[in-house]
């Protein structure tokens, strides 16, 4: 019904940067939030940036003044550009969208399938 689909991973130096991008696609009513997670081996999955129902926008201290997120709402996609990226950066990264399918369904979130991010030093 609901597809999540991120691109956009791969390998960088450190003080590169990196866009990815993230598309939620099917049978939506509403996209109510959209946010980008992360998973480094051996550590918890962990919020990297989101952007709320209200379209606000929340960041985890680790990334704020490196990476920006951004949104499409006709496209249900969300962007996470990430500046002077760092080796503590290299994560797999996972996108979510909070949707309804219909106007009196509840909010369920789907997850995307994860896109490997590589830092080098």
């Known amino acids: 019904q609901v597809q999540v689909v991120a691109s956009g991973g791969g390998l960088v130096q450190a003080g590169g940067s990196l866009t990815l991008s993230c598309a939620a696609s099917?049978?939506?009513?509403?996209?109510?939030?959209m946010s980008w997670y992360r998973q480094a081996p051996g550590k918890q999955r962990e919020l990297v940036a989101a952007?709320?129902?209200?379209?606000?926008?929340n960041y985890a201290d680790s990334v704020k003044g490196r990476f920006t997120v951004s949104r499409d709402n006709a496209k249900n996609t969300v962007y996470l550009r990430m500046n002077s990226l760092k080796p503590e950066d290299t994560a797999v990264y996972y996108c979510?969208?909070?949707?309804?399918?219909?106007?009196?369904?509840?909010?369920?979130?789907?997850w995307g399938q994860g896109t490997q991010v590589t830092v080098s030093s």
């Open positions: 979510a969208a909070d949707v309804r399918l219909s106007p009196t369904a509840g909010l369920y979130r789907y």
């Open positions: 952007f709320t129902s209200g379209d606000s926008t």
């Open positions: 099917g049978t939506i009513y509403s996209n109510n939030a």
